[in-house]
């Protein structure tokens, strides 16, 4: 069979670049020492922070979402300091890694595979860090491999429950654009996110949000090299600095194309909702799925409350082989690609032929997300993958 039409890339990033960025980017080399690119930068900045809902500062790195991970640390942290990591999925664990390769202890509390960070637990060990060694509390919102959503103000709270100074650090680069996040009114301290999933703009950017506070904090940082200071990044008017060298000009156009369309046209605030929309669309669609003869094949949402949920991406677990299967078979015959387990494999299936991740992130609507459940439904009843009725049913009714 030959796949005709536009493929549709669902995994969870890169997401979808809308035409109108790719459009953006298609130009010639702009002057780097004035004129349009000059123009654009300070206006990318604002909307920056109203994406994250701060008043702070934002600094841009050209760098993927591993390297703006390695921006905040290396403004956050000095030679002996500690670091409390909440671990919900790979990523969370992957960023702990990434402070502790700058000789930073870090002290993990993992949640497992399943379940989203517990409050209570984050309170318990900062009251038991009585020395105040604890320099920031990591963690994020939502983690891409279990698709998994924390209660980002619930961590704040307990942070200040237990009187103590930490600063809060909060990975949104599944979430941000996706899922509701409010930078000041919960009190998050350093954000990190990158280009390629709900910013819906090509990998190449990292992008650090921080406050006065945070800003303060980091003045102490002896790790800070020249390239990866937060300080000359963060005000639009000194633009010499702030990239560091050479703009990234083109991910620049790109950039202030994307923001234009979810912060300045259809609004945050909106497309918060439509990602709901859409996850709601596809968790009905599993859970009709799992039932029936779909128990047969495992067929179930990783996070059981839906409280819990993303809302950028969903991860599915199957009987092994059958999320692999499916996958293969989606992608070769529907034009559909769809995520791999990443990070999910439990022992006895170490190459994670059990999970698949279905992402409803970016650039997306109603009809990419119900073309991608019915082009699964197709898969399932190719491969013979036994699978309750009604699913796409009980979509479209979500949607409707
Ligand atoms: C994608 C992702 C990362 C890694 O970003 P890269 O651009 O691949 O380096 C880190 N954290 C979360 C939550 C992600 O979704």
Redesign the pocket.
């Known amino acids: 069979m030959t796949v005709t039409g536009r493929h549709y890339l669902a995994i969870?990033?890169p997401s979808v670049v809308p035409d109108r960025v790719l459009n953006a980017m298609h130009r010639a080399s702009p002057d780097i020492y004035s004129g349009e690119l000059h123009e654009i930068v300070p206006g990318i900045y604002e909307d920056l922070k109203r994406l994250a809902r701060t008043r702070h500062h934002v600094a841009i790195y050209i760098a993927?979402?591993?390297?703006a991970w390695e921006a905040a640390n290396t403004n956050m942290f000095s030679p002996g300091d500690q670091a409390l990591a909440l671990v919900t999925g790979r990523?969370g664990e992957?960023w702990a890694l990434s402070v502790e390769a700058l000789g930073v202890s870090v002290q993990r509390l993992n949640f497992g595979k399943q379940a989203p960070v517990d409050a209570d637990q984050v309170a318990a060990a900062l009251q038991s860090d009585t020395e105040g060694k604890i320099k920031v509390v990591l963690m994020?919102h939502?983690?891409?491999t279990t698709s998994v959503r924390n209660d980002v103000a619930a961590v704040r709270a307990a942070i200040d429950r237990a009187g103590h100074p930490a600063l809060l650090a909060v990975?949104c680069?599944?979430s941000l654009g996706c899922d509701v996040f409010e930078m000041d009114l919960w009190g998050v301290d350093v954000m990190v996110c990158?280009s390629?999933?709900g910013m819906m703009t090509p990998?190449g950017l990292g992008f650090v949000w921080m406050t006065d506070k945070a800003k303060k904090a980091g003045a102490r940082s002896r790790w800070r090299t020249p390239y990866w200071d937060w300080t000359l990044r963060t005000d639009p008017s000194q633009f010499y600095h702030l990239f560091g060298g050479t703009a990234p000009t083109h991910h620049l156009f790109g950039l202030r194309a994307s923001l234009d369309m979810l912060v300045r046209e259809e609004g945050v605030e909106a497309a918060w909702r439509r990602h709901q929309r859409l996850a709601g669309a596809v968790w009905a669609a599993f859970d009709a799925w799992g039932e029936g003869d779909g128990k047969r094949s495992g067929i179930g949402l990783n996070i059981a409350d839906p409280l819990n949920r993303s809302h950028a991406v969903t991860t599915v677990k199957f009987s092994a082989p059958l999320a692999t299967d499916l996958r293969t078979w989606v992608k070769a015959n529907a034009g559909v690609t769809l995520g791999i387990g990443l990070g999910m494999a439990p022992d006895g299936d170490p190459a994670g032929d059990g999970f698949m991740r279905v992402a409803h992130m970016g650039h997306v609507n109603t009809h990419m997300t119900l073309g991608m459940l019915g082009a699964i439904e197709a898969g399932m009843a190719a491969l013979g993958i036994p699978h309750g009725s009604g699913a796409l049913e009980r979509a479209a009714a979500a949607l409707a």
Request: aromatic share 6%.
């Open positions: 969870p990033g993927n979402g591993h390297g990523f992957g994020s939502v983690d891409t990975d680069i599944a990158a390629q999933k990998p």
